[in-house]
């Protein structure tokens, strides 16, 4: 079977490179393809050039959750951000849909650890922020009502975010989100300041939102057992600069047991790609 990226390569620019998102989209697949192809990318010149990514290659299948994993200050983030068109790579291509990522895009939708919400904004005018900039929220405004109802916010639509806990302002967050219909959406620890018991339960949650709506999903987490409870695969990163040491396969049915013995061996197989296996 000939590759995304091969077919991308021998489209050039006469647009036959966009066949195969027309073949995902005629099956009814809401998620986005991405193909991370010989992503390396640094800071800085000469001496001072810092390489955080180093030949990395990687597909999302479209509506698939994919988690990574790896050493704080690796390069996850990193990757996360060229992903989203946030920054380009120094080498390789990265694609959605067979077509190269040079810019941001309200298809690809990022929510970050902290929920950054507009405080002098009531709930639901701060999920309307991307309608309102794309000029369509007045033909729109039942998206927004449907993306509270999504993530179990409907009751608190006129409250303004100091008044909400904060796994409901990371609600918020997603909600803004997914009224965007997001074909991936890219999350770069976003629960990572929850408390244990909130973050258990939004876990769940987002595994949740992400069977209903199937968009793609691409998440950093340092979390071992949050990327094995909402993904499908988890990639290992080495130590900076990133490359893939490891993937595994959680071949598991959703809504999964936190206490499964499948769960358990994977928890041991990703501590040890990532040298943490001796106290466990």
């Known amino acids: 079977m000939v590759s ?27 998620g986005a393809r991405i193909d991370i192809h010989g992503v390396s990318h640094w800071f800085g010149h000469g ?34 951000r060229l992903v989203a068109g946030l920054d380009q790579p120094a080498a390789g291509a990265i694609l959605q849909d067979g077509t190269p990522i040079t810019e941001p895009d309200p298809s690809r939708i990022v929510v970050f650890q902290d929920p950054t919400l507009y405080p002098w904004r009531r709930v639901w005018d701060n999920v309307a922020l991307g309608l309102q900039a794309q000029g369509i929220l007045a033909q729109q405004r039942h998206r927004v009502d449907d993306a509270l109802r999504r993530v179990g916010l409907e009751n608190f639509a006129r409250a303004f975010p100091h008044q909400l806990s904060g796994g409901m302002a990371q609600r918020v967050a997603l909600a803004r989100a997914l009224v965007n219909e997001p074909r991936l959406l890219v999350l770069d620890e976003p629960l990572g300041k929850l408390d244990s018991l909130t973050r258990l339960a939004m876990q769940s949650d987002l595994a949740e939102l992400w069977q209903r709506s199937r968009f793609s999903a691409l998440l ?26 490891a993937e595994l396969r959680v071949d598991l049915p959703y809504p999964r047991h936190r206490g499964d013995a499948r769960l358990t061996a994977l928890r041991h197989q990703a501590l040890s790609h990532l040298g943490l296996d001796a106290s466990w």
């Open 4 to 30: 995304v990226v091969e077919r991308w390569k021998a489209a050039g620019t006469d647009g036959r490179a966009q066949q195969a998102a027309a073949e995902d989209d005629a099956q009814g697949l809401a």
């Open 47 to 80: 001496n001072e050039r810092l390489q955080v990514l180093d030949d990395v290659d990687l597909n999302v299948a479209p509506g698939e959750f994919v988690a990574l994993l790896g050493p704080s200050g690796c390069g996850k983030s990193t990757l996360l």
């Open 220 to 245: 950093v987490t340092h979390d071992v057992e949050e990327a094995l409870f909402l993904a499908q695969r988890v990639i290992v990163f080495s130590q900076r600069p990133a490359r893939i040491a």
